[in-house]
């Protein structure tokens, strides 16, 4: 079932002309087109930047870094289990997706998404010389240059560039406190935990602009109209976002309840309720499995698999299945021989993933060698800042992505 547009053709240009700084709010009017975050405002700006209005990048970010080969399993490599001879997957206990790569058995969800064809695996993602440091690593990623050396993060980089107005809610991160990677010059972006705490509390003149136009009565004035419609429609961008958590109801089964199937929940919640949100991010810690890594990973790599899977279906039972896009990264692999402590320490390069109805499913890119290595780590084959310029470009409609990500960096043919 496909989800009806808001049809608003009312433009901010169009309601400034209206001269409707009479109506006795003069005060508080500049913070409304700066600051409020409703559906038919962000449309109404958007539409004379965005190439594909309707469509949403979700950013699943896995803390720790997780363990690629363990992931992705090389199952008909020697080398493979040389390297790993208590903590390699047995070939027999793979869900094997081609004939040389398998997912690990905890993935049944992603294995589900992979042979509907809808999941891209990018081998071998990382950067050139490579930092083990969890820190550095993180700043590489979430600024996509050297050391952290912008300001800001490379999605708030993105944001600025393809929708200059800013909006309000156009960015939600979903944690206790902002990554760097959505950090902009532009949007403030929605970070909160849990919906039922988050709210804005505005300033006197703020809040004489909702009481003053949640008066306003349909009238023959097409931007009176505009502000009324507004109105009603909710007060603030808190609001929106509590009131879309706390209405949703699903049957899908995300898998047992764990924070990201909770927050793979709330982004649903959100497009469900038609938020003007364009950037979802949101992050599963855990994955720095120095000791005892078998069971760790298996429980982790389970509420992964079972909370994608379940949101994509989800998705698909509200019609919004065509308009979104997941990318999956880590900061960083882990070594190819095991540890003493049956774990794996700080690695290089990674697999990324890509998930979407639109995803041309399979593997992309070389799969670094398990016998030509760094110092016992993998060899990066793919820029991570190709997976990011795919996203932005093939995905988003974007044309800006040298500015964004400090380079040119190929892109791959990933979506159909």
Request: net charge negative; glycine share 10%; proline share 4%.
């Amino acid at each position: 079932m496909l989800i009806k547009r808001n049809a608003c053709a009312c433009h901010r240009r169009d309601f400034l002309r209206a001269g409707m700084y009479g109506v006795g709010v003069s005060a508080g009017l500049p913070w409304l087109f700066e600051q409020l975050s409703l559906v038919q405002t962000a449309r109404a700006f958007a539409g004379d930047t965005e190439q594909h209005p309707n469509r949403i990048l979700v950013v699943l970010e896995l803390s720790g870094g997780n363990d690629g080969l363990n992931t992705i399993v090389p199952y008909t490599n020697d080398d493979y289990y040389k390297a790993r001879p208590t903590l390699g997957v047995k070939s027999g206990e793979v869900l094997k997706l081609n004939d040389e790569f398998g997912l690990h058995p905890s993935c049944i969800g992603l294995e589900r998404q992979f042979k509907d064809g809808h999941m891209a695996v990018v081998h071998g993602c990382g950067y050139p010389d490579p930092n083990l440091s969890h820190f550095t690593a993180m700043e590489w990623w979430h600024t996509a240059t050297p050391h952290g050396s912008d300001p800001y993060g490379w999605l708030g980089r993105f944001a600025d560039a393809y929708q200059p107005e800013a909006i309000e809610n156009y960015i939600v991160n979903i944690a206790s406190q902002q990554s760097m990677a959505v950090k902009s010059a532009k949007h403030s972006p929605v970070v909160f935990q849990d919906p039922k705490k988050f709210g804005r509390i505005g300033n006197e003149a703020q809040q004489k602009v909702f009481e003053t136009f949640g008066q306003v009565y349909p009238t023959e004035n097409r931007s009176l109209d505009f502000v009324n419609v507004v109105s009603k429609t909710a007060t603030s961008g808190a609001a929106m976002v509590r009131n879309a958590c706390a209405e949703y109801r699903t049957l899908v089964d995300y898998g047992s309840d764990n924070d990201l199937t909770l927050d793979l929940k709330k982004v649903t919640a959100m497009i469900d309720a038609e938020l003007p949100t364009r950037i979802y991010y949101v992050s599963q810690g855990g994955y720095d499995t120095h000791a005892a890594q078998a069971g760790a990973q298996q429980l982790l790599l389970t509420y992964l698999s079972d909370a994608v899977n379940g949101f994509f279906s989800d998705l698909e039972r509200i019609g919004r299945g065509d308009d979104v896009a997941m990318m999956v990264f880590t900061e960083f692999g882990r070594r190819v021989g095991e540890n003493a402590s049956k774990g794996t320490d700080h690695g290089t390069a990674t697999p990324m993933y890509i998930l979407g109805k639109n995803v041309k499913g399979g593997f992309y890119g070389a799969h670094p060698s398990l016998s030509d290595l760094d110092e016992g780590n993998l060899k990066m084959t793919t820029d991570f800042r190709s997976v990011y310029g795919t996203m932005l470009e093939r995905w988003m409609g974007f044309d800006g992505n040298s500015a964004v990500l400090k380079g040119e960096y190929p892109t791959l043919d990933v979506f159909a």
